[in-house]
């Protein structure tokens, strides 16, 4: 994707490589990459001075930049940016149009097999072991409630984390989708809060919008997006990628989901023991409220 003088690895998107950079930056360049996320890259499309006066640096600072990222200068980041974009808004339509499902029937399992396996160790493999025990840290501090929401398609990852994490610690939610809008969801949200996001590329702007008001109530981000990177990067705490790689024109959910029971299992071993105690607690109680024939009656009313 980049031109031969960058320094980094081809298959890293140019999302994955500021956020990665970050640390080196200075804070002059942090305001550019928090410029260019701000503005889904976007603003990476204008001319030096328009980008320094978006992100109120100087000129210098915007050829510095790119320079950190391993580019010999901005013309090769905006090279590297129109082929990085290209793929951050591929929909079902463009990703069949570039690649449709052969024909032969008798290769679909083994094609999946091969797309998922290298997706997985993908996704492994590019995850930060400290950035990961971070939020597994999170995750599993009572004392912090937790929050987790997604979108049209990565809503049901967000409920299954919050299902699991429900057996195994107090306070633990869904932001689900409701009549009167997922912002009701907030209300409860505060400084203390765990807010876990699920938004991958064609990024939904509803998502994005909740998670700056999750924001600006206190609550700490963790986000959970594609190599190209939501958005929301932009604000979140910690961020934790996975690739969506797949044999069909739609992207792949089996590295999202390994990840969400990579988390679970994080959470049981930190927890230790009292993770048991409480689903235990929560066996007995169903069994106490198994349905029985002879407890139950109804009058006429109700029948």
Not at 279 to 294: F, K, P, V
């Amino acid at each position: 994707m980049r031109d031969e003088s960058a320094k980094t690895e081809p298959t890293m998107t140019l999302g994955e490589l500021i956020h990665q950079r970050t640390v080196d930056l200075t804070p002059a360049e942090r305001r550019v990459a928090r410029t260019l996320f701000a503005t889904n890259l976007m603003a990476g499309f204008d001319t030096v001075a328009e980008l320094a006066e978006r992100a109120q640096v100087s000129g210098p600072t915007i050829v510095r930049f790119a320079n950190k990222l391993g580019f010999s200068g901005y013309p090769q980041f905006q090279k590297a940016l129109r082929l990085d974009l290209a793929e951050r808004i591929d929909s079902p339509l463009r990703l069949y149009a570039k690649a449709p499902p052969d024909g032969r029937q008798d290769r679909v399992l083994d094609r999946a097999r091969e797309t998922f396996v290298r997706g997985l160790e993908t996704t492994f493999s590019n995850i930060p072991q400290a950035e990961f025990a971070a939020v597994v840290d999170l995750l599993a501090d009572k004392r912090r409630p937790l929050w987790a929401t997604g979108g049209r398609f990565t809503q049901f990852c967000a409920e299954m984390l919050q299902a699991h994490l429900y057996q195994l610690r107090p306070n633990c939610h869904a932001v689900t989708y409701t009549p009167a809008g997922r912002a009701d969801g907030l209300l409860d949200v505060g400084k203390r809060d765990v807010f876990i996001v699920f938004d991958l590329r064609r990024y939904q702007k509803d998502t994005v919008d909740l998670t700056h008001a999750a924001k600006a109530r206190g609550a700490t981000i963790v986000l959970v997006t594609d190599a190209w990177l939501s958005p929301i990067a932009d604000i979140a705490d910690h961020v934790l990628t996975v690739d969506v790689e797949s044999p069909s024109p739609y992207d792949s959910m089996v590295p999202g989901i390994a990840l969400v029971e990579a988390l679970i299992t994080g959470v049981v071993v930190k927890l230790g023991t009292s993770t048991r105690q409480r689903i235990s607690n929560l066996e007995r109680l169903r069994e106490g409220y198994t349905w029985d024939d002879r407890t139950f009656s109804f009058d006429e009313g109700d029948a």
